[in-house]
């Protein structure tokens, strides 16, 4: 197999070189967004109690925490930290966690996308979090049954206000269990963020993916080419 000639070696590096000079706007304008999957399993059901706290950005700082009782699971809000939630209707108290789509854009103004949706706010809701989902006799409460839904999230992130959304899949109709997938937030203060949207590949990503494509396919065809020196008779008894 034959190596690659210096002068094409020396011709992939300047194209690289020059490829990143031309975009680095466009590798810096990606990844505004983060998105986080748990290294471990963020869980409820209805039998078990625990308490996971979650870590929104990983600056050590608790930013929610999910509360698993007996047969229910409800999501609670640290600090000036809030989600989009349903109000219960008086003379209750309490709210539900409100269940987002992909696609919905978490703002500002969460009743832009269903009229009862508002942010949670713990000064007007003595129970102190929202409920998820439960179960008891007389049937279920709660809007996380049956698929994936969305949790809409505005936190405190370097000392300014950040949206982001949680990702939960709770897949039977009538049990109280499910799994957190993950979440994602907007780096940047004050901004919209798109249910589902994930950080793009960098152009300086995509550069080097397509030079590795390359020299695996230059690879494969020198190794796959005989060599020079290799006759096609070799180890037969007719030497010539």
Known sequence: MTATPKAAMWAQGAFLALMLALFPRSASAQGTVVFVVPQQPISYDPVNSRTYDIDLDGDGTTDYSLLVGFGEADLQAHGQNSMVVVPELPPDYGSFVAPLAQGDVVNPTPSSLNPVFTWYDASNDPIGHSLIAAMNTSGTLGYFFGGINYVGLRFQYG??????????????????????????????????????????????????LGLAGVRWSQHNRCGNRRPPEERRDAGSNGRR
Not at 174 to 199: F, H, K, M
């Open 159 to 208: 000392g300014a206000i950040h949206y982001g959304w949680m990702e939960i899949d709770s897949p039977s109709p009538d049990v109280a269990y499910g799994q957190v997938l993950g979440w994602a937030y907007e780096t940047r203060p004050n901004t919209p963020i798109v249910i589902g949207a994930v950080p793009e590949p960098s152009a300086a990503a995509l550069i080097l």
